[in-house]
Nanobody
Framework: EVQLVESGGGLVQAGGSLRLSCATSGFTFADYAIGWFRQAPGKDREGVACISSSVEIGTIGRTYLADSVKGRFTISSDNAEKTVYLQMSTLKPEDTALYYC??????????????????WGSGTQVTVAS
């Protein structure tokens, strides 16, 4: 089955850390870039991070982070496990949101526009207490 499954969310105190996982299945992991998004209640969805996977154009493993999380979050991938990780540190209450991963239509990251992504996970909740 072609799917993305997120895990690793939870409740954490401000300043703490969490690592989210996006396990993929049913498609060739190396052929797609994967992004992380978040959506807090009453707010628009926000693109958080993306990691490219493109051998052909030499961008394999290139990562992108939104300004709001630079210096605190990192994105990485494990090709053997077909999993993408979002390591979150120095968490703030404003990081509270439903986090989900999505597969791009390309091998490289091309922004966070909704038409760029064709497969979405169901999300994992992150709650940061002050």
């Amino acid at each position: 089955e072609v799917q993305l499954v997120e895990s690793g969310g939870g409740l954490v105190q401000a300043g703490g850390s969490l690592r989210l996982s996006c396990a993929t299945s049913g498609f060739t992991f190396a052929d797609y870039a994967i992004g992380w998004f978040r959506q807090a209640p009453g707010k628009d969805r926000e693109g958080v991070a993306c990691i490219s996977s493109s051998v052909e154009i030499g961008t394999i493993g290139r990562t992108y982070l939104a300004d709001s999380v630079k210096g605190r979050f990192t994105i990485s991938s494990d090709n053997a496990e077909k999993t993408v990780y979002l390591q979150m540190s120095t968490l703030k209450p404003e990081d509270t949101a439903l986090y989900y991963c999505a597969r791009t239509r390309r091998q490289y990251c091309a922004g966070y526009g909704p038409t760029e992504y064709d497969l979405w996970g169901s999300g994992t909740q992150v709650t940061v207490a002050s």
